[in-house]
Nanobody, 121 residues
């Protein structure tokens, strides 16, 4: 069984910063691409940022230059540093990781429970 647990969400004023964390636990063999998604009320879930096992990153255009995704492979953790936050960044943020387990070498996608980020004055 694999679990992803996010933390770090909250309420922040426009222009402020937050750092999200997502730790994977369980009988993990390897973690491949890790990603952050978000879903605002009434909208579809959208991809925000990804990072490969090798450290290559990609970002949604609207967050480029403001958000930074990183990972600590020793801790099975992915981070999302969010700076210069805007009200339109308000959403529930979810982490997702492609993980193979000790029991099955086939990789599956796992999701966290989500953490609320609210940007408001």
């Amino acid at each position: 069984q694999v679990q992803l647990v996010e933390s770090g969400g909250g309420l922040v004023q426009p222009g402020g910063s937050l750092r999200l964390s997502c730790a994977a636990s369980g009988r993990i063999f390897s973690i491949y691409t890790m990603a952050w998604y978000r879903q605002a009320p009434g909208k579809q879930r959208e991809l925000v940022a990804t990072i490969t096992l090798g450290g290559s990153t990609s970002y949604k255009n609207s967050v480029k230059g403001r958000f930074t995704i990183s990972r600590d492979n020793a801790k099975n953790t992915v981070y999302l540093q969010m700076n210069s936050l805007k009200p339109e960044d308000t959403a529930v943020y979810y982490c997702s990781s492609r993980i193979s387990t000790v029991q099955s070498m086939e990789a599956d996608d796992y999701w966290g429970q989500g953490t609320q980020v609210t940007v408001s004055s």
